[in-house]
Structures are given as C-alpha cells and as structure tokens.
C-alpha cells in the first residue's frame, strides 16, 4: 500500500487526541475527527491540524472515507458507532473496555470477523518497557517455569472527583473496565494468552459524586472538584459500579506443566504504603516490577538469592516510540503494530476484539459475586 492509511477518530479528550497523536506517529494520516460538542471538536481540529471535525459519526464516515477508526470515546458510547464502521468495512482501533458488557462485545468481534476487517484493542500497557522485558525473561527460563503472578495497585483516587461516565456501569465505568483490562493483558502477555478460568468479588465503595458542569476532558477532572462539599444547592449522582476489586485466574502457559495462578488486587480509593507492583514468580526465582502497570524498573530474584536490578536491553529500547507519557507511549507502539499488519507487514501477535470480548465477558462474571461460600450455623459455632 503505498498511499497513507486514513483514519477517522471517535474522541476529543485525552484518549481521542492521544489516538490521533499515535496514529502520525505511525505514519497515518488523521482525516477527521468527532466529538459530542460542535464548539470543542472544532477548536480540538483546529489545534491539531485535522481537516474534518463534526457530531455525526455516520456522516463523518460517508466524508472521510477512512481506512481506519480509532474509538477512544468512554465504554458506553461503542457500540454504535463500532458497528457502523464494521458495515462500512474500516478496520477498528477502539480503547478500553471493548463495550459496557460482553453480550455486545461479541456481537462487534462476530461482526468484524464475518466483515474480514481487522481489529486492535487498546489494553495496551502490555507494550510497557519492563513488561516486554518480563516477557522475554520468562520466556528464556529467567525464573523457571512461572508459577503465580500478583498484580497490586491501590490509586487513592479523590472521592469528590466530579460524577460522570467512570461512575455507571452504563457508560463503561468501574475499575475492572479501566484497570483490569491492563493487568489482565499484561499477565496473558508474559505469561499466556489462554485464560482457563476465573473467580472474584467487587465492591462500590463510594457511593456517590457530586454533580459538576464542564468537566470534558478525563484527564483534568481533578481540577472541578467542588471547594463546597456541604453546599446544599450542590448535586449528586448514585454511582453503580465497582471502585475496587479482587480477582482470581489460572493461565495456561507455554513454560509452565501446571496452570499459573494469577491475583489481581485494586483499590481505588485507597492508600498505597508499599509501591504498586506487578511480580511473576517461578520455580526457579521471581521478576518484580515497579508501578501498577509495570512501567517502573524491574528487579530479578535468581540463584544469588537477592534482588538485582535489570538494565533495560538495548534492542527492547530501540523498539519504542519516543514520546513522553506511558500511556501515550503504549498507544504509540500498539497503533504502530496495527497500522503495519493493515499494510501487510508481519508483526506480532497483538489484542484484538477476541481479547476484547472475552475480557468483557470475564468482566461480567466478576461482577455477578457468586464465587462465595457461606458458613452454615455450625461451622460458625465451631469457629467461635
């Protein structure tokens, strides 16, 4: 293919203009981009050099004509406008969460793949440097045959941060959506893809929000916290989904004889006293990572029965995409891979709207809390 992909954006925020960033950076051509508001998807195109800017995803798709569309709009609003870009046979980049259940999510991956187009999906910090470092320690015997993973991560987050999408459950909020997704894809990559089974519980430790006009960008959200928590005129809104959660899961793994048990523990609301981590133990010794997405330095236990830190090799960091930002730099690499396998290129295997749906489904099972087993009366008594 020797003219540029052309690609139409979902998303004004951080993530739209973070997609389209990604996409020059793959040497793509953004040739239009939609949001909600006239007024900011017009000042975003301006500022960024787009040539289209418009509210009507239909319509922007007839005037574009793209070869690709990058949703980056919240979990709610996919649907829709995923499967018309299926129908119009473009190829989908779409962030986390796929959709807000996995009933539509599979609905979407049936529909690409009967389309024949092809799919990437954005749970993406699988491409963070010490993870793909972890990957391919694991992978040369560093730690033996891998045994368990723990993903730990407490964010802290404000409870006053103003309501909006990532309080319903509707919307695409909850922190399985918008973290889960990324550890869940991290363990797979460096561990395996095959998830054989899972268990978990969920909590809603918030509540509610108080109501804020002009919040747009999720990034900045912080910023309209209200001063006056205890003004009465102030609204709220009743969020119902999970702020914090613990899940369970076993991977197949190529290194491993026996399945690899994986914990994945986030609150949201919390302190951290430890740093957030992401460790993967083996038989034969452990590899730890700073950060709750791994995008910190990496440590190896190994015969010397201490922890050492790992340089990051030189051919891994020749591969990533100089951009500042973690997020960004994960978009980069992931939109690169994508924009390379459309033009025929062999990359590697990348997420795709398979893993999507099936981590949408995955979601849903964790949210139902059914893995509790309830103490008769007599085991109670015992105990006491």
């Not at 293919?1 to 979902?10: S, T």
């Not at 500022?47 to 319509?59: N, S, V």
């Not at 460790?279 to 010397?304: C, E």
């Amino acid at each position: 293919m020797d003219r540029k992909l052309r690609v139409l954006v979902a998303g004004t925020g951080f993530a739209g203009q973070g997609h389209a960033e990604a996409f020059r950076g793959a040497g793509a051509e953004i040739v239009g981009i939609v949001g909600r508001t006239d007024s900011v998807v017009r000042d975003v195109a301006r500022d960024m050099a787009i040539p289209f800017a418009g509210t009507d995803w239909q319509d922007a798709l007839r005037k574009c004509q793209p070869d690709i569309v990058s949703i980056a709009t919240p979990g709610g609003a996919h649907y829709e406008p995923i499967k018309q870009a299926i129908a119009a046979g473009c190829h989908v980049f779409c962030d986390k969460p796929m959709t807000d259940r996995g009933e539509t999510a599979v609905e979407l991956n049936d529909l690409a793949q009967a389309k024949g187009v092809k799919t990437a999906y954005a749970a993406s910090f699988r491409y963070a440097p010490s993870i793909l470092h972890a990957k391919r320690l694991v992978a040369k015997g560093a730690i033996g045959q891998p045994t368990e993973v723990e993903c730990i991560s407490h964010f802290n987050l404000e409870r006053e941060i103003p309501f909006g999408w990532s309080h319903r459950k509707e919307d695409g909020g909850g922190r399985l959506n918008n973290n889960f997704t990324h550890t869940l894809s991290i363990a797979c990559s460096v561990i395996g893809e095959r998830i054989l089974s899972v268990m978990g519980e969920v909590r809603d430790d918030l509540g509610r929000a108080p109501i804020v006009e002009g919040v747009h960008n999720f990034a900045t959200r912080r910023n309209f916290i209200p001063k006056d928590l205890s003004d009465p005129s102030l609204k709220w809104g009743e969020s119902n989904v999970e702020w914090s959660y613990s899940v369970l899961a076993q991977l197949e793994s190529p290194f491993a004889d026996k399945p690899v048990t994986v914990l994945f523990k986030h609150g949201g609301l919390v302190p951290r006293f430890h740093e957030d981590h992401i460790v993967f133990y083996g038989t034969r010794g452990a590899l730890y990572i700073k950060g709750h997405y791994g995008s910190g330095q990496l440590y190896h236990w190994g015969a010397d029965k201490t922890w050492t830190e790992l340089p990051l090799p030189a051919e891994i960091r020749a591969t990533l995409p100089q951009v500042k930002g973690e997020t960004e730099q994960c978009w980069h690499y992931l939109a690169r891979e994508f924009v390379r396998d459309i033009q025929g290129q062999h990359v590697a295997p990348y997420p795709t709207f398979a893993e999507g749906s099936q981590y949408q489904q995955i979601i849903d099972l964790v949210r139902r809390n059914g893995n509790w087993t309830r103490l008769d009366q007599r085991m109670q008594e015992t105990a006491a």
